[in-house]
């Protein structure tokens, strides 16, 4: 060890430990291995894109295929649409809510955590990591909470579709004073909604615990020969 840190002591410079975006050479390779991952990133999200989305396509068009042969291809592509339109209103409306309150929850100015290698500071930000998080989490949520939405699109069906009220339907409930209908076709979308903010308010919950948490003071840790000096 003693080999090891005796540019420190002698006042010469050491590079023990680089850290990307500090200087020198290994800038460039450190942007080279950055473009690369990125590259297989969006590699691994096609091939992944191409095994869900391939299979949604084949069993759509058999779909469409058996539809048309029984005089119900209008009702197929409705269906379509209208699943589409459920999932991507969704994913967007969950995305934008979600991404927005993980924005707002990030301390505005970010402590770093400060390494002392062999009795030198080294600060690195947490940002870069919290912000990849927040997208991974953002998308993720909206995937999953379009997807669920996405399968009750019949109660959305039904209310878009709605009568007025009339007849019988016109008659009103004696406590609340709502017509049969809501009961029916609105009362299960306001359920689905409910449903969804709940998920959305368990979801920032987490988050802001950990914004609490990482907006304290700088974590501070040593290696190399400071504790024995300290000692």
Known sequence: MGSV????????????????????VDDGRVRGGRRRAGGRLALVAAVVLLLFGG????SWYVEALWFESLG????????????TTVFWAAAAATFAILFA???????RRLPGQTL????????????????????????????????????????FALYLNAPAPAGAFAAVDPIFGRPIPFYLLTLPVLHLAANWLTTLAMVILLPSLAAFVVSGQPARHTFGNEQGRRG
Request: glycine share 8%; charged share 10%.
């Open 72 to 83: 119900f291809g209008q009702v197929f592509w409705t269906t379509i649409t209208l699943k």
């Open 116 to 155: 002392y290698v062999n009795g030198q500071a080294v600060t690195f930000s947490l940002e870069p990591v919290i912000t990849a998080a927040s997208w991974a989490v953002a998308i993720a949520v909206a995937v999953l909470s379009a997807t669920s939405l996405m399968q009750n699109w019949a109660t």
């Open 5 to 24: 840190f005796a540019g420190h002591r002698t006042g010469e410079r050491t590079d023990l430990m680089r850290f990307p975006g500090s200087g020198g």
């Open 55 to 58: 299979s949604t396509a084949i």
């Open 101 to 107: 309150a993980l924005r707002l929850l990030r301390p």
